[in-house]
């Protein structure tokens, strides 16, 4: 089973920052909060990851609670392009997946 | 990051043969794994792919339904066996380095 929950659809207007929330509340300690998304019928693409502490990349944000439990991915300005399915994962090598978050930029 | 290549990019198939994919990387990788992609749905793990040894299977997959090889460490290959058209999908390869984890673009595989 996934150890993520992911709420299943969003919406945002093109230019504002996305911003997908992930509980991970049973996360253990060496395991890495990873995001792909999935634009259709393309492969994974890696977004972003981290252990502890926020992480920036030229794509978008990592933020981690303290207690690891929960994190949010923040696409700062978001675009037409952006519309695909974002997939919270935790674990390490092998990842399991959810059902991700559906986001839809809309004009 | 690494670039992985799969072939073929899709295929149609009858029932009843066997179809092998191919995965390619361009860097030596320890750890490569096979995903597959139901329609709607998400990836679902099938296997860890390991060289020089047998493949670890996850709940659900079996060796004999979907064989995989691994002769190196910049190759795998998986076969899906004696297709059915429940067996219509995207397989997915992925590789592990470092902390990062990339995919190729899949086979989307369609079974008549």
């Known amino acids: 089973d996934a150890k993520t929950t992911q709420p299943p659809s969003m919406d945002c207007a093109e230019g504002r920052a996305a911003n997908l929330p992930c509980n991970h509340s049973?996360?253990?300690?060496?395991?890495?909060v990873y995001w792909y998304r999935q634009i259709h019928s393309q492969g994974p693409q890696y977004i972003i990851h981290g252990l502890k502490n926020n992480e920036t990349n030229e794509m978008a944000s990592l933020i981690i609670t303290e207690d690891r439990k929960s994190s949010t991915l923040i696409l700062p300005h978001a675009t037409l392009r952006d519309t695909a399915v974002y997939y919270c994962i935790v674990g390490y090598g092998k990842l399991t997946f959810g059902q991700g978050t559906i986001l839809t930029v809309h004009p | 990051s690494a670039v992985i290549s799969q072939k073929p990019s899709r295929d149609i198939c009858q029932r009843g043969t066997s179809l092998t994919i191919q995965c390619q990387v361009d860097?030596?990788?320890?750890?490569m794994f096979w995903y597959r992609q139901q329609p709607g749905q998400s990836l679902t793990l099938i296997a860890t792919a390991n060289q020089g040894s047998e493949a670890t299977y996850e709940s659900g997959f079996v060796i004999d339904k979907f064989p995989i090889s691994r002769p190196n460490l910049t190759f795998s290959t998986l076969t899906v066996s004696n297709m059915s058209p429940e067996d219509s999908s995207i397989y997915l390869c992925?590789?592990?380095?470092?902390?990062?984890?990339?995919f190729g673009q899949g086979t989307r595989l369609t079974v008549v």
């Open positions: 049973t996360i253990s300690g060496n395991e890495y």
């Open positions: 992925s590789v592990g380095i470092g902390t990062e984890a990339f």
């Open positions: 860097s030596q990788v320890t750890m």
